[in-house]
């Protein structure tokens, strides 16, 4: 299993960022793909979550309106939109792969990519 994650950096508060996680090693499609993040000092917390098939998304409270995930299941490849970003959203972005079959849970994670967000 390999994850590749990009897109992360720094930019001003009120910018954008598009988040990559290029995907091998697994059927992606099957996968819920997710989005944690951790600041310095917290706890991982989840950001965001699409499932297999793309047409169900959850969202923490704090990015609702802001952030938008999807998947190109064709690519193997989760995205993360992020808009109006502010310093709290200052932490390293991690991508993970969840699946359950056959009584086993499947739980993959990516390397992490730092988004930093300062004037």
């Known amino acids: 299993v390999q994850f590749v994650e990009s897109g992360g950096g720094l930019v001003q508060p009120g910018g954008s960022l598009r988040l990559s996680c290029a995907a091998s090693g697994f059927t992606f499609s099957s996968y819920a793909m997710s989005w944690y993040r951790q600041a310095p000092g917290k706890e991982r917390e989840s950001v965001a979550t699409?499932?297999?098939?793309?047409?169900?998304?959850k969202y923490a409270d704090s990015v609702k309106g802001r952030f938008t995930i999807s998947r190109d299941n064709a690519k193997n490849t989760a995205y993360l939109q992020m808009n109006s970003l502010k310093p709290e959203d200052t932490a390293v972005y991690y991508c993970?792969?969840?699946?359950?079959?056959?009584?086993?849970?499947?739980?993959?994670w990516g390397q992490g990519t730092q988004v930093t967000v300062s004037s």
């Open positions: 993970n792969a969840l699946n359950f079959a056959g009584g086993y849970k499947y739980d993959y």
């Open positions: 699409i499932i297999s098939a793309g047409g169900i998304t």
